[in-house]
Every structure is written in structure tokens, then in C-alpha cells.
């Protein structure tokens, strides 16, 4: 998610081509363009890349590394994967299609992961959230949205789960920097302090009722996310509010090219890039997120063969060297 003169890759993020020809929307697109945001097409999403009126991706990185800036991101996708007939089949179906250890997971807490195809490659990285003990949200990306859901459904075929998209029922709101946490508690009666890093909860967050408030975000910087219904009106009202609570901070919107300049520096991997359907775990320097030692799930086995044949180590060996 970057502007071409800071990396030109940033346009190849994944286009069905048929999607290009009309361009989704987020239920934020007017009030971008009455700001006079710049727009790009973005994994067939009509999404900003940059406010010119408030100083552009420079001045967006500076205000989420020094102050605060909002994200529209409401073009990444949501699966919940809940209790079927019998509890644990969430569980166990998460556990099958994902490399990290969702067991581990209280409820309210939330994880970096991964899909991942039987070679041991990504289908998509995303943040899985347990928000019961048989109920889970998984946020995946914008451009593999259809991808991600289809390879879901067909992976989880033989579990006692149900798989529900809510991608289209939510817009979602990232608001990312050191005064992140004094602009949003101005807007909820949620005690933000009580929040960790990578837990969330839910509460009233602009009169909206249980609205859920995450302590995640894709910019290295610390920050919150909320899922708020995804009507146009109510939509901007918030927004409005979080920019009006922000003020005194010097908060700004921010596009998906300051996002990706954030998540660069911050050595945060994109799908496409860093991580795509031809780049595995241990080439992709994941092996951290990547839990060996649970159950069997769908890669492993493809990823010890590479570990026994020791590309693991010949891969860490070039991270170092680069």
C-alpha cells in the first residue's frame, strides 16, 4: 500500500479483472472524495491512497509515527467461524486452515496468522480473533477477499462449524498512533488503558452499541480498530467524530499509501509481496507465527520436508546477510 515514487510495486496488488471494470466502494467513498483524496484502484477497490488538502503520504506517515491518523480499511474482508452442532468444530476447523496455535488464544484475544496451500505456501496472512471459546473472526485481505472465503469453505468442509462473510456488514476504522488511545477514549465508554496489545473487547463507541474495539493495526504503531455497521450515514458520522476528537492531537486522514510506508518500515509483510502462493513460511522469515509442535494443519507437512532439508536455516542465513 505505498505511492510510486516511495515503491513502485505498490500497484500490483492483486486485480480480478473482471471486478476492475466497476470498482467497489466503501461506504466512506464520498466523504473521500470530498476531502479531495487522491484514488486508486486497489485490489479492485476504489480506495484513497492519499489526502493532498492535509500534506499528502509524507505528512500521514509523520501524524501516525508522531501523533495520530484514521484509516479507512474497510475493504479487508471478515469470516466468523463459529460452533456447529457440537462445540469445537470452530476450533478445529481454525486450527486445520491456519499455521498459528489458536488454542492458546483467550477469549478477547487476537493473533497474527496465516493460510496456507499444502506446499506450505500463503494463501493469505490474517488476524484471528477469539471471540467466544467455539467462535472466531478472522480478518483477511482486500485483493484475496473471494479467494480467502472460497479456499474457507472448501477447507472446512469436514468440520462442524459454520463459516458466515460479514465482510460487506461492517466499515472499519483503524486509528493508529502514540494518541490513538486519547482520541478514541473521548468516543467510548470502553476503558481503552485496559486494552493489550492485541486484545480486544467490545463496548459503545460513538452511541453505537456493542461495537468491537481492537488493539491491532497494520502500521507498527500503536492503535486501535472498531467494526461499526457499514451504512453510509452512520459511517461518516464516526469518521466525522473520531476527526473532531482528534483536533488538539493534530490527527489526519491517512491513506493506503502511508499504510504501506508504515508497514515497511515497521517490517510488516504484505500478500503479494513479502508473502504470495509461491513464497513459504521459512522464505518469508514467519516462522515465529508458524506452530510446528500442535496438530497436524493443512502445509506442515510440506514445511518439515523443507526444515529437514534445511531451507529454513539457508533462508535465515540470507535474511542476516541482507
Known sequence: MLISFFCPFYWSAPVDPIAAVE???????????????????????DMPVEYP?????????????????????????DIRISTGRVPGGALAA???????????????????????????????????????????????????????????????????????????AYTQLAIQGPRAAEV????????????????????TVCGLKNTLVARTGYTAEDGFEIYIPA?????????????????????????LGSRNTLRLEGALSLYGHEISDTINVWEAGLDRFCKMEKADFIGRAALEKAKAEGLDDGMAAARRAL
Not at 500534506?55 to 509515527?65: M, N, Q, T
Not at 480473533?129 to 480467502?148: P, S, Y
Not at 473521548?186 to 486494552?195: A, E, F, H, R
Request: glycine share 8%; aromatic share 8%.
Open 94 to 168: 481454525v486450527q486445520h486452515i491456519t499455521m498459528n496455535d489458536a488454542s492458546k488464544l483467550a477469549i478477547g484475544q487476537a493473533h497474527y496468522s496465516a493460510m496456507l496451500y499444502p506446499a506450505g505456501t500463503f494463501v493469505d496472512d490474517v488476524i484471528v480473533h477469539r471471540l467466544v471459546e467455539d467462535d472466531f473472526l478472522l480478518v483477511i485481505n482486500a485483493g484475496t477477499r473471494e479467494k480467502d472465503i472460497h479456499w474457507v469453505r472448501e477447507n472446512t468442509k469436514d468440520f462442524d462449524c459454520r463459516i458466515e462473510e460479514l465482510s460487506d
Open 231 to 255: 451504512e453510509e450515514a452512520t459511517s461518516a458520522r464516526v469518521w466525522n467524530e473520531i476527526l473532531d476528537a482528534g483536533k488538539e492531537f493534530g490527527v489526519v486522514p491517512c491513506g
Open 23 to 45: 470498482l467497489r466502494k466503501t461506504p466512506l467513498n464520498a466523504v473521500h472524495r470530498r476531502l479531495g483524496a487522491k484514488m486508486v484502484n486497489f485490489g479492485g477497490w
Open 53 to 77: 488538502s492535509t500534506g499528502g503520504l509524507l505528512a500521514e506517515h509523520k501524524a501516525v509515527r508522531s501523533g495520530v491518523g484514521v484509516f479507512d480499511v474497510s475493504h479487508m474482508g
Open 184 to 203: 478514541l477514549q473521548k468516543l467510548t465508554d470502553v476503558n481503552l488503558s485496559q486494552i493489550k496489545n492485541y486484545w480486544f473487547t467490545h463496548g
